[in-house]
């Protein structure tokens, strides 16, 4: 699948200038459409018992936004930025999700639990769980001008990592070195799931190389955050799961931990 219809989450947060420039990027070397989405938390403004929206604050952060997004976006063949102008949590996750239903990937930033949130915290969370698109998500530090140049990709033999996998294909096009870590519960059920994969991504002229990576092992997500610093990966593809709590009571955590710890772009699809 090429990728012909991107869109990109903005708001008023410093991290928005580097979603967009990684979007741009991607919609001019694809030849893609790209769609910037305004959406931020904000109160309605009260006069007496009477309630209006949008406020002048909302409605200047606006106005810059569609100003820095037309001016990186000049010379894209399609670029359209709107606001979903509404400021409630439910709001907010509900059109942004409604929104990237339509796109053929979704940029996103990941939560910083440590400055005051523009948007929902769990916003790229339930987008990645219930819009059923591939969603690109960037750490909210360093810089990222390309990826999918030294792609690791997280196998585990599951829907949400095969859906992944494919998303990602058009991000890995042309890439310099690949990885294919398995999660099994032995090694040579690792190995063959590594040696499907491998030969799936060859089909692509994809090059891959395989690891393992047992089940049983402690801290298994740390130990693919640290594969990522070894292998020098500029994307980690993953699939994401959204269950907590019987009869699966870890499905999700592994999702939410890399939520909180990336520090690389990670591609995830449920």
Same mark, same amino acid.
């Given at each position: +699948?090429?990728?012909?219809?991107? +869109? ?6 410093? !991290?928005?200038?580097? *979603?967009?420039?990684?979007? %741009? ?7 893609? &459409? ?24 909302? =409605? ?11 001016? $990186?976006? =000049? ?14 949590? =439910?709001?907010? #996750?509900? &059109?942004?999700?409604?929104?990237? &239903?339509?796109?053929?990937? #979704? ?19 339930? #987008? %990645? /769980?219930? $819009? ?17 140049? *030294? ?11 095969? !859906?992944? /996998? ?5 991000? +890995? ?17 690792? &190995?063959? =799931? ?26 298994? +997500?740390?130990? /693919? ?5 070894? /292998?020098?990966?500029?994307?980690? #593809?993953?699939? $994401? ?14 999702? *939410? ?14």
């Amino acid at each position: +699948m090429s990728l012909k219809n991107l +869109m990109v989450h903005l708001d008023q947060s410093e !991290r928005t200038s580097c *979603r967009l420039a990684l979007a %741009v990027s991607l919609a001019r070397m694809h030849q893609a &459409r790209l769609v910037g989405v305004f959406g931020q938390l904000a109160q309605s403004q009260s006069v007496g018992v009477v309630s209006s929206w949008p406020t002048p604050e909302y =409605a200047a952060a606006a106005e810059a936004s569609k100003a820095a997004f037309e001016a $990186a976006a =000049a010379g894209l063949p399609q670029a359209e930025w709107h606001d979903i102008n509404r400021g409630s949590e =439910a709001e907010v #996750v509900r &059109r942004m999700t409604d929104w990237a &239903r339509h796109a053929d990937l #979704v940029i996103m930033g990941q939560n910083d639990d440590k400055i005051s949130p523009s948007v929902p915290a769990d916003l790229t969370e339930e #987008v %990645v /769980l219930n $819009a059923g698109r591939p969603v690109l998500i960037i750490p909210y530090i360093g810089k990222f001008t390309e990826v999918g140049k *030294r792609p690791l990709v997280a196998w585990s033999n599951v829907r949400e990592a095969a !859906r992944a /996998l494919n998303d990602a294909l058009p991000l +890995m096009e042309g890439c310099e070195k690949a990885t294919v870590m398995s999660f099994a519960t032995n090694a040579e059920e690792g &190995r063959s =799931a590594c040696d499907h994969v491998i030969r799936h991504l060859a089909c692509h002229d994809i090059q891959a190389q395989s690891q393992v990576m047992l089940v049983t092992d402690i801290g298994i +997500m740390d130990m /693919l955050l640290n594969a990522t610093t070894d /292998l020098a990966t500029d994307l980690l #593809v993953m699939g $994401a799961q959204g269950h907590i709590g019987l009869p699966f009571m870890s499905r999700g955590a592994g999702t *939410r931990y890399i939520l909180r710890h990336m520090t690389v772009p990670v591609l995830m699809s449920n």
